[in-house]
């Protein structure tokens, strides 16, 4: 549907047309994402649209059909536009950028691809990448799909202790990553986390490492070889291999509110038909546009809108290895300049603290090619919103807020430029195909306007994912149990007068952490394994930047209790950055007595996270609580802590 690629005008040009399209979509559903499927290359063809069991949770798309990821989004584009670039490689050093036409990732990718056939990867299997924000690690996850094997891409900045448990989950027998990542000029140690990640782990046969810094880093006779050596050696051509729509493409892990993090299972034709779908419409897409998603590939909006949306749709998209504040906050705005952005698709919590610097690091940019500014991953306030439009965006270009998850595949809720009119802070009307539903605490409807509760998706659409990895009953029970039969997003909503959505965050133990979901109970495992802890409760509270900040309540055993405090807390920091990495690290912990319970033994997470965000009052029924005193003690420890925070910090400023 290459030909629907309009010039000047945008895809969808009213909010009737918009309207028009949502209401054909949900009405004939088979109709519409039968002809959205046009956008890909099927090397046969489906015979049956979608097939869905809801009692066992059991979605099927584009059954009978067989196509390849990697050939969609690279191969068929080389006669068309071969030279045209496919990625841009925006470098850690300010000024210093690489080009890859899409021939140039045709050969790189089936380079790859040999090598990983070389060390075994089979169809099916699953490979695990553990990479910096380099042309490699899009090599790699592209030829995994290549192959037919799945990738399961573990975010750079997670410790070796979490990319260990998500290797040994998704049981990849194969791990890509690089000698050292550089990001805003420090360097990361990949292969020396990884060398500890799979130590002793049978599973692992070889370490494929890319050269990023040329540090020297410890290998493996036998197990470990340099990535570039093994493609230098193999050929630029690579055989596909033609997978059913339903294969297995990744696997990508994200916390919940209990338990370990869970593999999210997409595949491949479902998830490839609505990351080009969206990624269409949600960006208003032109053919010569250039896409700067700011995401790191280790998260979905890397996977969705840095790799196989644009490069499926045939775009260019840009590749940045550094961070926003480096060497300065202009960087972006440095970047969209040299390069000519037209869509910036970035996070709340990134123009959060951007908007705090001066202004002159946007304005001094000729920032002229902008059309599209993008957000995700939490709400954005009505103030960063205006900031971004009207600064940033110079007041002329459409403010997509986009909400969506990992289990979406791709964006659910946003408004269309040039078609849905935005209200900051509100993600608007839902993309085509997709019905939210709004279901109050005791599972009824919410129907009509100007309502407020729980967010649900009330049919399913091709990019849903298909189940967590290894573990139905959990695919169904975290998300099908709470609202039977229907799927629960986990966030709060409200629908106003004119029946657009504002998300208002998540209702469950999940915090949402400068965009990133980390769940409470994996904090509160990490700290209570460490020696000096018995019991802890992790909640989160109002963070200027982050959004959600965290704050841990722990009760410490007698034993610690004798040692120094502060070497106490410092070393239960260093255990959560070891177990999960350092976005997990908590802003607060408070040395407790005892944790608020009632008295069946229940923590009362309510009160905690009330005390957290300076709330001192409206705890409710108190009566059941097991000790009502340590609510006391709970605040009282908590002003000493703000107390204490606050002279530091005044401190610093005046020293
Ligand atoms: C959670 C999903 C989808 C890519 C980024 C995060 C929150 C996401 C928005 C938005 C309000 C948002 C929700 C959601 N979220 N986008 N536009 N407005 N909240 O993916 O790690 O799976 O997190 O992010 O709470 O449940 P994720």
Redesign the pocket.
């Known amino acids: 549907m290459k030909h629907e690629i309009k010039l000047h005008k945008h895809q969808v040009d009213s909010l009737e047309e918009y309207q028009r399209m949502y209401r054909l979509s949900v009405d004939d559903p088979v109709g519409f994402w039968r002809k959205q499927a046009e956008r890909l290359s099927w090397f046969h063809p489906f015979h049956t649209v979608r097939d869905i069991d809801m009692d066992e949770i059991d979605f099927g798309w584009y059954l009978g059909g067989r196509l390849n990821a990697c050939f969609n989004a690279v191969d068929r584009h080389i006669a068309e536009r071969g030279d045209k670039t496919a990625i841009i490689w925006a470098k850690d050093e300010p000024g210093e950028y690489e080009k890859i036409t899409y021939r140039k990732l045709k050969h790189q990718v089936s380079r790859v691809a040999n090598v990983l056939l070389k060390h075994g990867v089979r169809k099916n299997d699953t490979v695990a990448i553990y990479m910096p924000m380099i042309p490699e690690a899009v090599y790699t996850m592209l030829a995994c799909a290549r192959i037919g094997a799945a990738h399961t891409v573990v975010f750079a900045g997670f410790s070796g202790e979490a990319l260990r448990e998500r290797i040994i989950d998704a049981k990849a027998s194969v791990l890509v990553t690089a000698d050292q990542g550089l990001r805003g000029g420090r360097k990361v140690h990949l292969k020396a986390i990884a060398n500890r990640a799979v130590e002793g782990l049978g599973i692992v046969k070889c370490i494929l490492v890319a050269k990023r810094t040329g540090a020297d880093v410890e290998m493996r006779a036998g197990r470990d070889y340099w990535l570039n050596e093994e493609m230098d050696r193999e050929r630029s051509t690579c055989p596909i291999e033609w997978m059913s729509s339903e294969a297995p493409l990744f696997v990508l892990y994200?916390s919940g509110s209990t338990g370990k993090p869970k593999g999210v299972l997409h595949t491949t034709g479902g998830y490839l038909v609505y990351a080009a779908t969206t990624h269409h419409y949600v960006f208003d897409l032109k053919p010569d546009d250039v896409f700067f998603c700011t995401a790191d590939i280790g998260?979905?909006?890397g996977h969705t809108y840095l790799v196989y949306g644009p490069l499926v749709n045939g775009a260019t998209t840009v590749l940045f290895e550094s961070v926003p504040t480096y060497p300065d906050p202009g960087r972006f705005w440095q970047v969209a300049q040299d390069l000519g952005v037209t869509t910036l698709y970035t996070a709340p919590t990134a123009i959060r603290s951007l908007a705090r610097e001066s202004d002159e690091y946007v304005t001094k940019h000729d920032l002229s090619s902008l059309r599209i500014l993008g957000?995700?991953?939490?709400?954005?306030s009505p103030d960063a919103w205006n900031w971004f439009h009207d600064v940033v965006g110079g007041g002329r270009c459409s403010i997509v807020?986009?909400?969506?998850?990992?289990?979406t595949g791709g964006i659910v809720i946003a408004p269309l430029p040039g078609a849905v009119p935005a209200k900051p802070g509100s993600?608007t009307l839902p993309f085509f195909g997709i019905s939210p539903v709004v279901k109050d605490d005791d599972g009824n409807t919410l129907e009509g306007n100007d309502i407020e509760g729980n967010l649900c998706f009330g049919r399913t659409w091709p990019g849903h994912a298909r189940t967590i990895w290894g573990d139905h009953s959990r695919f169904k029970d975290t998300y099908f149990s709470h609202f039977p039969g229907i799927y629960f997003?986990?966030?709060g909503c409200r629908r106003d007068e004119e029946g657009y959505y504002w998300?208002t965050?998540?209702v469950d133990d999940v915090l949402?952490v400068s965009?990133?979901?980390i769940g409470s109970a994996e904090i509160e495992f990490a700290l209570n394994e460490h020696d000096c802890v018995s019991e802890s409760a992790v909640v989160g509270f109002n963070h200027e930047i982050k959004g959600t900040g965290i704050y841990a309540y722990v009760r410490l055993t007698e034993d610690a209790l004798q040692e120094d405090r502060e070497e106490v807390i410092g070393g239960l920091k260093q255990q959560v950055r070891q177990v999960i990495g350092p976005i997990a690290t908590p802003d607060y912990i408070q040395i407790v007595p005892d944790i608020v319970k009632n008295r069946s033994g229940k923590m009362m997470r309510r009160i905690l996270r009330k005390v957290a965000m300076n709330n001192y009052t409206d705890f409710g029924d108190i009566s059941t609580l097991l000790d009502p005193n340590v609510v006391e003690d709970i605040i009282e420890g908590h002003k000493a802590l703000i107390a204490e925070r606050e002279a530091s910090q005044k401190g610093k400023k005046t020293a």
């Open positions: 994200t998260w979905i909006t957000t995700v991953g939490e709400p954005i807020d986009t909400y969506w998850q990992t289990e993600a997003t986990g966030d998300v965050g998540r949402n965009g990133h979901r």
